[in-house]
């Protein structure tokens, strides 16, 4: 049990951490950086390094943006090897459609209730 | 002071961007640095600590007897809330500015992204203000994930 | 050559232009800093009860405007000319301060150096014989600049060490043919300078230029050094622009002393986190129509150099990977009485 929690602090705080570092180095605004951060989690599921990341690193590895881009493609490679050409564009949101309608609904009711303080 | 600053008269654009170099060079060295190190000692920190957090709700799903795989989609529900609950508190800005990409990285930081526009658009309209608004930062991060994916897959297909 | 002239770019008032009445008001933020006790109302919030930012920044300008005319006894109509500017897409704030008070307006933009551009503006209609009494305002809110210029409110932004934050407060100054006050004997009208800075959190570093450049000319136009002048006011370059300032005038061979200051420097303590420090039309017209009117009437100021900047970005220019042009715009008030 604390070993998964020592393992999701490590993996998931190194990711962050690197974004930052990338952010400093760059001076890439915010938004920059979460777009390279989802499309490096895209690659490096392409490459298959990121389920063994997430057996590795738990939730270090799924809370992070980049197991949005592991999502992203896992769920186009397997549509893509399944029918082909099609695919690729069928399965990309299989994965994520849970996370993409929880945050549109969630978003919008909070949005609803809340008033921004500035 | 005679024939002092130059900078009205017409010079070349080489002239012009030689200028513009010195000055900037010069301006470089009276700036602060960014605190590269403390920025990512912080970023790790909190990053660390959020992810610790959807770690823990996870490990309380797998011992109410779920697996790994079920316990996955109520975490994320449980993060995206809270991040969207905190930024309605007003909390999460303050977050951000102590740890950079340490609460912008996380899926909080994602679900603070939809839900800060949407928030502060609201005062135009549901429709172009609060809908429109809510991908302003999400949309570019769907849009771009899933042109990558997009592409991997395809490329899967060449080469495999 | 014009007779009101003096040099390449100052005008030389020649009449009795005096700032008769100045007041200010401020958000809660710039409440806690330095300058809380020469403001002449602190607010308790930035919202004010209304239904947008936009709207209380509204509401900041015509509460300044309207105690201003009740300290100089004055009301609508005994202004004959009203010149404003702000920070907002189209100066709405402005405009829309001059729908409520039904004074014949004049909008200006000239971003944080507004103020003293519209005081400059306002002296040559008196000194022009087109007016006695002109009233110049402009304002800043820290929100309304976040939201068009930057990002939601709400958003978790990290900031850069040469980040500024916006003052929410507003400034408001009456100037008169008759009466006595600080009068204006100059004005000196900046060109603009851009020395190819992109990043809009660094615009003390585009703007420094600009400041340079106008402080130089007015020098030059005058035929006076820094040490005139009890106090030399920039706003609103803060700490870094200041730092860079002072750099490039020692450069060109003139040494700006301990009578230089900046109005984003002022503003705010260190402790209150703000980075480089203020910015914003409100910071130096918050801080000319509180202490450094006040000041000189007190007869502990009585040669003032105002150099206001501005950075003339906006939010399409910044995302077209354009660079920030910066603009200085100076006034020199005297206080002999």
């Known amino acids: 049990m604390v070993t998964s929690l020592l393992m999701a602090f490590l993996v998931g705080g190194f990711i962050c951490a690197v974004a930052q570092l990338v952010m400093d180095l760059t001076c890439l605004p915010p938004a920059h950086i979460m777009v390279l951060t989802v499309v490096a989690g895209a690659v490096l599921s392409g490459l298959g390094f990121y389920e063994p990341l997430i057996k590795f690193g738990g939730a270090g590895a799924t809370v992070p943006l980049t197991s949005f881009g592991n ?10 090897q399944r029918i082909g050409f099609l695919g690729a564009f069928t399965g990309v949101l299989k994965e994520v459609s849970l996370g993409i309608s929880l945050a549109i609904f969630i978003a919008w009711f909070t949005a609803l209730i809340f008033n921004p303080k500035g | 002071m005679e024939g002092g600053w ?21 301006a470089n060295k009276l700036k602060p640095r960014r605190p590269i190190l403390r920025n990512f000692l912080v970023a790790f920190l909190v990053g660390g600590l959020i992810c610790m957090f959807g770690q823990l709700v996870l490990n309380l799903f797998i011992g109410q007897g779920m697996s790994a795989e079920d316990a996955s989609g109520p975490m994320l529900a449980i993060m ?11 909390i999460y800005d303050d977050l951000g500015k102590f740890a950079g990409a340490g609460s912008a990285v996380p899926i909080t930081g994602f679900a603070n992204s939809m839900v800060s526009p949407s928030l502060e658009f609201k005062r135009e309209g549901y429709i ?21 994916a997009i592409l991997i897959a395809l490329l899967s297909l060449v080469f495999k | 050559m014009a007779e009101n002239k003096a040099g390449k770019q100052t005008l030389v008032f020649k009449k009795k232009i005096v700032l008769m009445e100045a007041a200010s008001i401020v958000g809660p933020k710039e409440g806690q800093g330095p300058l809380a006790q020469y403001f002449d109302l602190i607010l308790a919030d930035d919202l004010l009860g209304e239904k947008s930012w936009e709207k209380a920044e509204q509401r900041i300008m015509i509460d300044t405007i309207r105690l201003a005319l009740g300290k100089a006894n004055l009301t609508e109509d005994d202004i004959e000319y009203f010149l404003a500017g702000d920070l907002l897409n189209q100066i709405i704030t402005a405009s829309f301060s001059a729908r409520e008070l039904q004074i014949p307006f004049l909008g200006i933009y000239g971003a944080c150096s ?11 209609l008196i000194e022009a014989g087109f007016a006695d009494r002109v009233l110049t305002a402009s304002s800043s809110h820290n929100c309304t600049a976040e939201r068009q210029y930057r990002a ?9 060490p040469t980040a500024q934050c916006t003052v929410t407060g507003a400034g408001v100054g009456i100037l008169s043919s008759q009466g006595t006050g600080p009068a204006i004997t100059h004005a000196t009208i900046g060109k603009v300078i851009d020395m190819g800075i992109k990043d809009p959190s660094d615009m003390g570093t585009a703007m420094a230029p600009a400041a340079a450049d106008t402080l130089n000319q007015h020098f030059q136009d005058t ?7 009890d106090l030399i006011l920039t706003g609103d370059l803060a700490q870094i622009g200041s730092d860079i300032l002072r750099e490039l005038m020692r450069k060109n061979g003139t040494l700006l002393g301990t009578n230089y200051n900046d109005s984003g420097i002022m503003v705010f303590d260190k402790k209150q986190g703000v980075n480089s420090g203020g910015s914003g039309c409100g910071c ?54």
């Open chain 2, 128 to 148: 172009l203000g609060l809908g429109a608004r809510m991908f302003t930062v999400a949309g570019p991060v769907i849009a771009y994930g899933s042109i990558a």
């Open chain 2, 80 to 90: 995206i809330f809270l991040g969207a609950f905190l930024t309605g508190l007003g």
């Open chain 3, 152 to 160: 939601p409110t709400e958003l978790g932004v990290q900031l850069t």
């Open chain 3, 114 to 124: 507004t103020i003293i551009e519209g005081l400059a503006l306002g002296a040559s």
């Open chain 3, 223 to 229: 035929n006076r050094t820094p040490n005139y002048y």
């Open chain 3, 284 to 337: 130096i017209a918050s801080i000319t129509c509180s202490y450094v009117y006040k000041k000189m009437l007190a007869g502990e100021l009585k040669k003032v150099l105002l150099v206001g900047t501005g950075a003339l970005l906006s939010t399409t220019t910044y995302q077209q990977k354009e660079s920030i042009p910066g603009i200085a715009h100076a006034i020199a008030l005297e206080y002999l009485g």
């Open chain 2, 6 to 26: 130059d900078l009205g008269s017409k010079i070349t654009k080489e002239e012009e961007q030689r200028k513009n170099r010195e000055y900037q060079k010069m």
């Open chain 1, 71 to 80: 999502a992203l493609t896992k769920g186009a490679l397997v549509e893509a």
